[in-house]
């Protein structure tokens, strides 16, 4: 899954229909992840609660989609439909998780949130931006979805640029938790504070499957041919670059050793590293 030990990469240029995309995407994963899940653990009541479609419900907030349109409106300078309809819309998507007693109603214990972050100013004036999403963004969206002090909120949130160091600094709260997501060189990456809280409802924000998880980092592994060279592409390095657990990371590089003749996965010193084989 993630963790919060990050090596800070300089953020890729993104447009306007990449940001879209990958937006799209995100909450295609989150959704799919959510309806795959039979129960929620609720550590306010430290009880799991059953997620299963009649127990759930799902609803969107357009405050931010609403803002997206409106600084279209003010900032762009001609082709305003077009330029809207490329933008990404900055979502937010509620799955509440309802739970009634024998007696009483229906009420929501558990709420699975997936918020999106994209530079909307710069996408409309410039068409891309490589600009990272800071803290008070972060911290006005949590608001808008933590709203109740007897609801546990899992939010996840997704920049289409990537996050500002200091973002890792408001993941915990009293009644909620929050996973941050980004791309990196076409790999989907989840970082989250190690809270107890966490249990298996960390699984929601793994967005990719192991199969991608091996072909991130192949793609990451052939771009980077001077670590290699130097004898510095670990376990450890793919690690803090991609955050995916060790263990996938050693089946990858077994992969590409075995499929590349001058590619040793050597094991013989920690951390595990792929070296380079001269003649």
């Known amino acids: 899954m993630g963790s919060t030990r990050i090596r800070r990469a300089r953020a890729a240029e993104i447009d306007r229909l990449a940001a879209q995309a990958a937006e799209e995407s995100y909450f295609e994963r989150i959704t799919a992840n959510v309806n795959s899940t039979a129960g929620i653990f609720d550590p306010g009541t430290n009880r799991t609660f059953d997620a299963s479609p009649r127990n759930r419900v799902t609803k969107t907030l357009d405050e931010r989609s609403s803002e997206v349109k409106s600084t279209v409106k003010r900032l762009a300078e001609k082709d305003l439909m077009?330029?809207?309809?490329?933008?990404?819309k900055n979502g937010i998507v509620l799955h509440e998780v309802h739970h009634k007693e024998i007696l009483g109603r229906p009420s929501?214990?558990?709420?699975?949130?997936?918020?999106?972050?994209?530079?909307?100013?710069?996408?409309?004036?410039?068409?891309?931006?490589?600009?990272?999403i800071g803290t008070d963004e972060l911290v006005r969206v949590k608001d808008l979805v933590v709203r109740s002090e007897s609801v546990f909120y899992y939010v996840g949130a997704f920049a289409t640029t990537g996050w500002d160091d200091e973002a890792r600094r408001a993941l915990v709260g009293t009644n909620y938790l929050i996973a941050l997501s980004d791309r990196m060189e076409g790999a989907w990456r989840t970082y989250y504070s190690p809270d107890p809280r966490w249990r298996a409802a960390s699984r929601l924000f793994d967005l990719t499957t192991e199969e991608e998880k091996v072909e991130a980092i192949r793609r990451w592994v052939t771009k980077h041919t001077f670590e290699l060279l130097m004898d510095e592409l670990t376990e450890d390095t793919v690690f803090e670059e991609l955050g995916y657990a060790i263990p996938i990371v050693r089946e990858a590089f077994e992969l590409i050793a075995a499929s590349d003749r001058y590619v040793r996965f050597d094991t013989s010193t920690r951390p595990y590293r792929l070296v380079r084989v001269y003649g």
Do not use: N, Q
């Not at 558990?110 to 490589?130: C, H, I, M, N, Q």
């Open 82 to 88: 077009r330029t809207y309809e490329e933008m990404p």
């Open 108 to 132: 929501v214990r558990v709420t699975v949130a997936a918020a999106s972050f994209s530079p909307v100013e710069d996408l409309v004036k410039a068409g891309s931006s490589r600009r990272r």
